[in-house]
């Protein structure tokens, strides 16, 4: 037998096998989950730079103010992101950093294309994913992630946004230096969760996030990390390793150093647990397939139920493809987040 498939079967197996304790309760499990994330996503930088937070643009909407503004996540790294505040805000309000997936960047979640002027309206009259937050009283932040739109490397930035990302550049290079182009992202979206928290209109005790595919490996390995998010929604990423990522070629975003030897992707997500969190995806998805987002599903519950928090947990298999639905997620999001009391 010449090609490797059987080869990479066998790995997949003994790979699980290493994971010695995975019959045991979440209890007992948590803790060792938690330590192999931190430990797959590698070493981060120091987040001890100053935000310096600019707001370089300013526009006046029916619905409210869109900002764009730009702060440091470490020296030499500024990440710039779209901030849209909903009209009629009294006092400090919950804020939701959303997270873009594959494509020209968060221009997209606002509405707008690359070079900046406003997109045609979808065939299905669903308006931009920022837009629907904010009109439910939502401040969102939609930052850039790191290798998309205006934060490619320079040699791509020529190039259609639309089909050309730096992700390969970036994460090949990263693992030359013992690093993950997820751990740098992910360190990104505390830096992003900094700034957030420290904005005078939004209450740094309801803050959540929500991610769309490579967008909801941000937010979820982000909130699986970092208790001050205290929701979650992740549209059309949760799924199981074997289902997805090992039987379907995605982007090297998406694989973590030995992971498998510790937990599969709905434990890495179920350390978000007792914090709520809400899942979507699309039935007919061919990167995550229905069938195994089922699975996900099913574990997740099964977390949340010994967490004691069954009720913070929410799910939705939808009529579509890849893509955010939001049909039950975006009031989800909204009603966890203007719960009066943090969840620790």
């Not at 938690?34 to 797959?40: C, I």
């Not at 997500?269 to 990167?287: K, M, Q, T, W």
């Amino acid at each position: 037998m010449w090609n490797p498939d059987h080869y990479l079967e066998e790995a997949y197996q003994a790979a699980r096998e290493q994971d010695a304790g995975r019959q045991r309760p979440w209890n007992e499990r948590r803790s060792g989950v938690r330590a192999a994330l931190v430990e797959a996503l590698g070493p981060v930088p120091a987040a001890g730079a100053p935000l310096e937070p600019e707001v370089i643009g300013r526009w006046e909407l029916e619905t409210g103010r869109l900002e764009r503004v730009v702060y440091t996540t470490h020296a030499g790294l500024r990440m710039p992101a779209f901030v849209l505040v909903p009209a009629g805000l009294k006092g400090r309000a919950p804020a939701v950093i959303a997270w873009h997936g594959h494509g020209i960047g968060s221009r997209e979640l606002v509405g707008l294309r690359a070079d900046d002027t406003p997109a045609e309206a979808r065939p299905d009259g669903r308006r931009p994913v920022a837009l629907q937050l904010a009109e439910r009283g939502l401040i969102v932040i939609a930052p850039e992630i790191v290798g998309f739109g205006d934060r490619r490397l320079a040699a791509d930035l020529p190039k259609d946004p639309h089909t050309t990302s730096s992700c390969f550049a970036l994460a090949s290079r990263l693992l030359m230096c013992g690093q993950t182009l997820a751990g740098l992202r992910v360190f990104e979206a505390m830096r992003a969760l900094d700034y957030t928290a420290g904005r005078e209109d939004v209450d740094p005790q309801r803050i959540g996030c929500m991610g769309f595919s490579g967008g909801g490996l941000v937010a979820a390995f982000a909130a699986a990390l970092d208790p001050r998010l205290q929701a979650a929604l992740l549209c059309g990423f949760t799924n199981t390793f074997a289902g997805s990522l090992w039987k379907r070629t995605h982007c090297i975003d998406n694989y973590l150093p030995g992971i498998l030897k510790a937990a599969e992707l709905p434990e890495l997500i179920g350390l978000i647990a007792p914090r709520s969190l809400f899942v979507e995806s699309g039935e007919g998805d061919g990167l995550f397939p229905a069938a195994s987002f089922r699975e996900a599903a099913s574990v997740l519950e099964t977390i949340y139920q010994e967490e004691g928090a069954r009720e913070r947990f929410g799910s939705d298999l939808f009529p579509g493809k890849h893509e955010v639905s939001g049909r039950l997620s975006f009031d989800w999001l909204a009603q966890s987040l203007k719960r009066n009391a943090p969840i620790e």
